[in-house]
């Protein structure tokens, strides 16, 4: 088929493209009052079917995603023959789109939660106005016009304050433990986390914004969504709002920044606003909302109960965590292309219609609802039948894990057995107990009347015992030296302060480097293999005669030759003397700084003597072992003096003296 665009001259193309892009964007009223408006302006004859119809109707076609209609002949533009009333028409936008970097810095805590309706979720595009149709299910009758320039001349950007670490760290939490799955305990338990720290809810709305950003799934923004919209429920439930005030401005300047961008048409923004400035929500939806979502779905695009695609411009690659870890420097910020609008599917609309009956794009009318006086939503807590969740396959909870629970809910269990003790305990908990490492968390004046003292404290416990590390794994492959190890603590005087488990990794072990470097590079692939907080040794048998050879080396000098071969080595040499090394490693996690404890045995190299069921020990007499060969002696005697024991007993002491600053930095 020949190009209708070939042959016009270039200013027209130009001029028709730019027209049609704008028209496909801001709908048929846009189009009424351009063509009104350019009735006698041969310059735009092509609106008329004049010269370039063909190809205007071709590009506008491809905007909409069309077929263009045939172009009628050549005419000129008929006389109206009554006087047409132009439509009302948006205000041109007067503030610049932002740009995406830091668009969310500065808003107040509602506003930026609004903002991340707008970022929550890629979506299937309805038919124009489809939006407005889901939200009314008819016409919105008198909504008064917005002078939208006045309200953005007014409008300011709130100053932001910057979060302590520990609450920023906290947040982090909050966040994370939505990636999965916006479960009611992980919402409820986000909504009160945020409700403790009520005073500084701009500050974390915003840092909930500038973090949402850099989410890579679109699930995962979708659950934090929905812990914004429960905190926002139960605030509309309250007599007083903790913290909503004056947010209809900000609605009104993000409806004008989603024109902006082509998220939502004039017309849609116009109808949108006129909700948000209704004296009442908007009653029952459609009596047949099957259909109106039919309609609002496009074929072929996945609906909320169906897996999303992580945002567009962000790719995830496999096994990456959807979220920068905490004090991690953030990515780019991930592009917003591609937002379009969708209804959820299934909603059964009937009685009283509540915000959370209105599809999650209703952010705006929400928020107005919560921000204007003497106007009172009702409460209905999330309901996940109603809230898609987009969820990888659930996780089996670790036996660690469910230990934890199991602990939680005995602690909870004593509380209520000892309720009188506890409500004391509890008060003297929020006044003195400076130790607390949540302080924020539970020593605000806002703490929610409603939660049963009880269950704070024993929240607060469970929470307390998370400050230190769950776990403190041993890596070896070695099965002999992990029973020594736990031989040693168990008969210590002091209790270690972590729990200490076991995990059987043979790690490979750097050749050439000195016996520090081979016990600290192991220990550091231990710590990534885990992923968390681990220790380490790295045993050697060292002849001073050879200089300190085979050292950490004896592995494979024990396996070649055995027992006879490790005297003969030593046959043209007067001296037999020889110490046993243990460095002991200790690292909090991936990345983190590996400490190092040297234990040594001084002794000699004998013929073989006791049993041979561990490495070298029947030819290795220690100097204080009384004459007999560290497989002749007891455990207790070995452990007592041996290289293991000291090095042991020397990060014993130091994780006692540590346990603070090992704790928090194995989070
Ligand atoms: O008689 C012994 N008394 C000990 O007290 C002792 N401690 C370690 N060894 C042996 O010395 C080599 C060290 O190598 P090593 O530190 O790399 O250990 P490993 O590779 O077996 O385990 P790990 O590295 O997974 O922890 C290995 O052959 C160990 O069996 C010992 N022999
Ligand atoms: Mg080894």
Not at 27 to 46: I, L
Not at 102 to 120: K, V
Not at 583 to 602: M, N, Q, S, W, Y
């Amino acid at each position: 088929m020949a190009d209708p665009g070939n042959g016009l001259a270039p200013d027209l193309r130009k001029r028709i493209e730019i027209m049609a892009d704008h028209i496909a964007r801001n709908g048929a009223e846009f189009e009424t009052t351009v063509k009104q408006k350019n009735a006698s302006n041969p310059q735009f004859a092509f609106l008329y079917n004049g010269e370039g119809a063909e190809y205007y109707q071709q590009v506008l076609a491809k905007h909409r995603g069309t077929q263009a209609p045939p172009v009628a002949p050549l005419r000129p533009p008929a006389p109206s023959p009554t006087p047409v009333v132009p439509a009302p028409v948006m205000p041109a936008p007067v503030m610049p789109a932002p740009a995406p970097a830091g668009q969310f810095s500065g808003m107040t805590a509602p506003m930026a939660m609004t903002a991340m309706a707008n970022m929550a979720m890629p979506l299937a595009s309805p038919p124009a106005a489809s939006l407005a149709t889901l939200l009314r299910g008819g016409q919105v009758q008198g909504a008064p016009p917005v002078e939208l320039a006045d309200v953005l001349r007014r409008w300011k950007e709130p100053q932001v304050l910057a979060l302590t670490p520990e609450v920023e760290r906290q947040l982090h939490g909050v966040i994370a433990s939505l990636e999965h799955m916006a479960s009611r305990d992980a919402i409820k338990s986000g909504r009160l986390w945020i409700e403790c720290n009520s005073a500084l809810a701009p500050h974390i709305a915003s840092h909930i914004m500038r973090r949402v950003s850099f989410l890579v799934t679109c699930a995962h923004r979708l659950h934090v969504l929905y812990l914004v919209h429960d905190l926002l429920q139960t605030e509309a439930a309250r007599k007083e709002p903790l913290f909503v005030t004056g947010v209809l401005m900000g609605v009104l300047r993000l409806v004008q920044l989603w024109v902006d961008r082509g998220i939502l048409s004039a017309q849609e923004a116009e109808e949108v606003k006129a909700i948000t400035m209704a004296k009442e929500l908007p009653g029952v939806l459609s009596p047949q909302p099957q259909q109106v979502t039919a309609a609002a779905m496009r074929p072929g695009v996945p609906g909320p109960s169906q897996t999303m695609p992580p945002m567009a411009g962000a790719p995830r690659p496999a096994g990456a965590p959807c979220l920068a870890p905490y004090g991690a420097p953030m990515p780019p910020v991930p592009m917003l292309h591609g937002y379009q609008k969708q209804a959820l599917a299934g909603l059964q609309q009937t009685g009283i219609q509540t915000p959370e009956t209105v599809p999650v794009g209703v952010l705006a009318s929400m928020i107005a609802s919560v921000a204007t006086p003497g106007r009172h939503v009702r409460y209905k807590p999330l309901d996940p039948a109603m809230t898609p969740q987009t969820l990888p396959p659930m996780e089996v909870p670790t036996p660690q894990l469910l230990a934890k629970v199991e602990e939680f809910y005995e602690d909870l269990q004593d509380e209520v057995n000892s309720s009188a003790a506890s409500k004391g305990r509890f008060e003297e908990h929020l006044r003195f107990d400076t130790d607390d490492p949540f302080p924020q968390l539970f020593r605000t004046p806002q703490s929610p009347p409603s939660i049963p003292p009880v269950v704070v404290e024993a929240l607060r416990r469970a929470m307390s015992k998370r400050a230190m590390p769950q776990a403190l794994v041993f890596v070896t492959g070695n099965a002999k030296k992990l029973e020594e190890v736990k031989h040693i603590l168990a008969s210590g005087e002091e209790e270690l302060p972590f729990e200490v488990t076991s995990q059987k990794v043979d790690l490979p072990e750097l050749q050439g480097a000195s016996t520090q470097e081979i016990a600290v590079q192991k220990c550091r692939l231990a710590a990534e293999h885990v992923k968390g907080p681990v220790m380490c040794e790295d045993t050697s048998l060292c002849y001073h005669a050879l200089k300190g050879l085979p050292g950490p080396y004896i592995k494979w000098f024990l396996e070649k030759l055995g027992h006879e071969g490790l005297n003969k080595l030593l046959a043209g040499y007067e001296d037999k003397s020889a110490y046993a090394q243990c460095l002991f490693t200790l690292c909090a996690g991936p990345g983190k700084e590996v400490h190092v404890f040297d234990g040594r045995t001084e002794g000699k190299i004998v013929e073989a003597r006791g049993p041979k069921d561990f490495g070298w020990d029947p030819v290795f007499e220690a100097l204080e072992g009384e004459g007999k060969t560290f497989a002749e002696m007891t455990k207790e005697a070995k452990n007592a003096i041996s290289h293991r024991g000291r090095a042991l007993q020397q990060l014993r002491s130091w994780l006692i003296a540590n346990a603070a600053s090992f704790a928090e930095e194995s989070k």
